[in-house]
């Protein structure tokens, strides 16, 4: 298993709140680690329980040692990327990165409550 640092940043769309998180915006992940030597990019996934919680849309290797990733989070709430580790079926990386705060998309009841996510 490797471990690589990530700084994690919002693109600009037009239409959206500039710098909220929310879920299914997407993030761009700039990795950093020791070496991606022996791992498959093109296979890159996250493992099958947490493929609800977080998309992966691209993912490319820079040089040897860093990646871009493209991804998106489904999850309300702080979310750290560790728990949901790289895998092309053979190798790991766990991305190490500052917690990402999730808000969610759907407007609170009348009572104000949050409203009940929609299930998959």
Same mark, same amino acid.
């Given at each position: 298993?490797?471990?690589?640092?990530?700084?994690?940043?919002?693109?600009?769309?037009?239409?959206?709140?500039?710098?909220?998180?929310?879920?299914?915006?997407? &993030?761009?992940?700039?990795?950093?680690?020791?070496? #991606?030597?022996?791992?498959?990019?093109?296979?890159?996934? +996250? @493992?099958? /329980?947490?493929?609800?919680?977080?998309?992966?849309?691209?993912?490319?290797?820079?040089?040897?040692?860093?990646?871009?990733?493209?991804?998106?989070?489904?999850?309300?709430?702080?979310?750290? &990327?560790?728990?949901?580790?790289?895998?092309?079926? #053979?190798?790991?990386?766990?991305?190490?990165?500052?917690? +990402? @705060?999730? /808000?969610?998309?759907?407007?609170?009841?009348?009572?104000?409550?949050?409203?009940?996510?929609?299930?998959?």
């Amino acid at each position: 298993m490797q471990n690589f640092n990530c700084q994690v940043s919002m693109p600009e769309v037009e239409g959206l709140e500039s710098g909220k998180m929310t879920v299914g915006r997407h &993030l761009i992940a700039d990795c950093k680690g020791e070496n #991606t030597e022996g791992f498959d990019f093109s296979k890159a996934a +996250v @493992k099958p /329980e947490a493929k609800y919680f977080l998309k992966i849309f691209s993912v490319q290797p820079e040089s040897s040692g860093s990646f871009k990733m493209d991804f998106t989070l489904y999850l309300a709430g702080e979310k750290n &990327l560790s728990e949901f580790p790289l895998t092309d079926g #053979t190798n790991e990386i766990v991305l190490n990165a500052p917690p +990402v @705060k999730v /808000e969610s998309v759907l407007k609170p009841t009348e009572d104000g409550k949050p409203q009940e996510p929609f299930g998959p």
